[in-house]
């Protein structure tokens, strides 16, 4: 069984940053990509950013490119593996649960989700 749990959700002004965690532990086959995805009220879920864990290449929604990057540490144990999502120059339309998720060699997609963190921006 493999655990996600995300972290670094607060209320932050406007114009503000903000640093979301994302710890998964547990055996799995391996990891293709680990990502964050976003829920704001009354919205479906979207895309915000991944990482392909073989070679590091990144991705990102249009909405959060330049200011949103995804980076993380990789761990001696290959049952531990951590993400981040810096989050800067924010406005409330990047007001959202923000979910982080990761895709299992051998899974077609993303297959492991945390609880989500709230992130929320006053304008």
């Known amino acids: 069984q493999v655990h996600v749990v995300e972290s670094g959700g607060a209320l932050v002004q406007a114009g503000g940053s903000l640093r979301l965690s994302c710890a998964a532990s547990g055996r799995t086959n391996g990891v293709i990509a680990m990502g964050w995805f976003r829920q704001a009220p009354g919205k479906e879920r979207e895309f915000v950013s991944s990482?392909?864990?073989?070679?590091?290449?990144?991705?990102?929604?249009?909405s959060v490119k330049g200011r949103f990057t995804i980076s993380r540490d990789i761990s001696r144990d290959i049952f531990k593996n951590t993400v981040y999502l810096q989050m800067s120059s924010l406005t409330p339309e990047d007001t959202a649960v923000y979910y982080c998720a990761l895709q299992s060699v051998g899974a077609p997609d993303y297959n492991y989700w945390g609880q989500g963190t709230q992130v929320t921006v006053s304008s």
């Open positions: 990482m392909r864990w073989s070679g590091g290449s990144t991705y990102y929604a249009d």
